[in-house]
């Protein structure tokens, strides 16, 4: 049976020492908790009996640079409750850093690696911490809001047309389609 939105934050309370904050934000039930408390919730919503978010659906950020911060989400499923959670927490943007949740879901392994190279999110207790979708030596971290696209990489452009705009983005003249018979 689901618990309320009440109910679960006691159970958070009692594991991560002191009241998480807890809402409904654009229909997710989410709660936050200081960034020290990540893995602790995390074990507990997996865990903790009465919870049992077993099913980790996503782990990704939103970068928020007027509040210097980066928030971390872990979109939650309890199969048994038939119940959904966002797990939060805010990071200083300067030097982020965040514990492991692949000991608790090993799907986090690879999400983890996505927050690093994407966010720059640095992931403490990885087993794996390299490149996921981006070559070797690539520099910076794209999902930043004050990340600046290089134009080329290894001399190849890294801007392409626009079709929404019908104008290419790396300064080109558009090409047209072909006319009609």
């Not at 006691?10 to 991560?16: C, D, E, H, I, M």
């Not at 939060?88 to 392994?109: E, F, H, M, N, V």
Request: proline content about 9%; overall charge negative.
């Amino acid at each position: 049976m689901p618990l309320s939105l009440f109910e679960m934050a006691q159970r958070l309370s009692g594991v991560v020492g002191g009241q998480p904050e807890c809402g409904g934000e654009g229909g997710d039930v989410f709660a936050r908790v200081a960034p020290e408390h990540w893995r602790t919730a995390a074990r507990a919503l997996r865990e903790g009996a009465g919870l049992e978010f077993d099913f980790l659906r996503s782990l990704t950020a939103v970068d928020r640079p007027a509040d210097g911060r980066i928030e971390v989400a872990a979109h939650l499923y309890s199969y048994r409750n038939r119940q959904a959670l966002v797990l939060k927490t805010r990071l200083d943007r300067t030097g982020p850093r965040l514990a492991s949740l692949g000991g608790i879901w090993p799907a986090a392994i690879w999400h983890e690696r996505e927050l690093w190279e994407m966010f720059g999110v640095e992931i403490e207790g990885h087993p794996d911490l390299r490149h996921l979708l981006l070559p070797e030596d690539w520099q910076g971290h794209p999902l930043r809001k004050d990340y600046l696209m290089p134009e080329r990489y290894q001399g190849i452009p890294t801007r392409r047309p626009s079709p929404a705009a019908g104008t290419e983005a790396s300064g080109m003249a558009p090409k047209n389609p072909p006319e009609a018979p």
